[in-house]
């Protein structure tokens, strides 16, 4: 069966750094687009940043633009989230996702990981 589990998260500063890493199996990795979505307490879970299926494709919610960065590995069956210059507005827990086309929704996308925790402290 296809699973998807992140790794990376944490607690780290305001200002600081994290890589989030998420893994896939059970899926020909190469033909889904990749999402990364995250939902804070008591808010809806939202679009944070996608890359199509060979990575030459990325787009960023507006939150999240010129801070962090989306990339895969096609050959490690792996994506990863590069989270820079983090703020406590970026607590949440982080979800990787996959899809068959892309794109930005939530129903846009049929497998879905566990989430890791992401905490800032400010």
């Known amino acids: 069966q296809v699973q998807l589990v992140e790794s990376g998260g944490g607690l780290v500063q305001a200002g600081g750094s994290l890589r989030l890493s998420c893994a896939a199996s059970?899926?020909?990795?190469?033909?889904?687009?990749m999402g990364w979505f995250r939902q804070a307490p008591g808010k809806e879970r939202e679009f944070v940043t996608g890359i199509n299926w060979s990575g030459g494709n990325t787009n960023y919610a507006d939150s999240v633009k010129g801070r962090f960065s989306i990339s895969r590995d096609n050959a490690k069956k792996k994506v990863y989230l590069q989270m820079n210059s983090l703020t406590p507005e970026d607590t949440a827990v982080y979800y990787c996702?996959?899809?068959?086309?892309?794109?930005?929704?939530?129903?846009?996308?049929?497998?879905w990981g566990q989430g890791t925790q992401v905490t800032v402290s400010s």
């Open positions: 996702a996959a899809s068959k086309w892309g794109g930005s929704y939530n129903s846009e996308y049929d497998y």
């Open positions: 059970g899926l020909t990795f190469s033909s889904y687009a």
